[in-house]
Nanobody, 123 residues
Framework: QVRLVESGGGLVQPGGSLRLSCAAS????????VGWYRQAPGKQRELVAR???????EYADPVKGRVTISNGNAKNLVSLQMDNLKPEDTAVYYC?????????????????WGQGTLVNVSS
């Protein structure tokens, strides 16, 4: 069973920076799209950024120019560098990945989510 674990969240002042990382455990045969989503209190989960296996990136409008997503390997799947953070960036950030994993005697491309890491931007 593959698990995703985020790290790097915390309390930061407005204008500060954080780098989020997503580590994977378990057997992964291939990696498709990976990305970061966030969910603020009382709001729906929303896309922050994602990157395809070919390296194409997509950023949500509120974070464009302030965040950079980087893909990695089967152990350290994806990172998110966030600069010039704003109070409205406060949320739980989730790692997401479409991974080819073993299912029974075969394989399947399945969606995986981490448990989330809290980013709190406050003075």
């Amino acid at each position: 069973q593959v698990r995703l674990v985020e790290s790097g969240g915390g309390l930061v002042q407005p204008g500060g920076s954080l780098r989020l990382s997503c580590a994977a455990s378990g057997m992964i045969f291939s990696i498709n799209d990976v990305g970061w989503y966030r969910q603020a209190p009382g709001k729906q989960r929303e896309l922050v950024a994602r990157i395809t296996s070919s390296g194409s990136t997509e950023y949500a409008d509120p974070v464009k120019g302030r965040v950079t997503i980087s893909n990695g390997n089967a152990k350290n799947l994806v990172s998110l560098q966030m600069d010039n953070l704003k109070p409205e960036d406060t949320a739980v950030y989730y790692c997401h990945a479409d991974l080819l994993v073993q299912v029974g005697i075969g394989h399947a491309m399945l969606e995986h989510w981490g448990q989330g890491t809290l980013v709190n931007v406050s003075s």
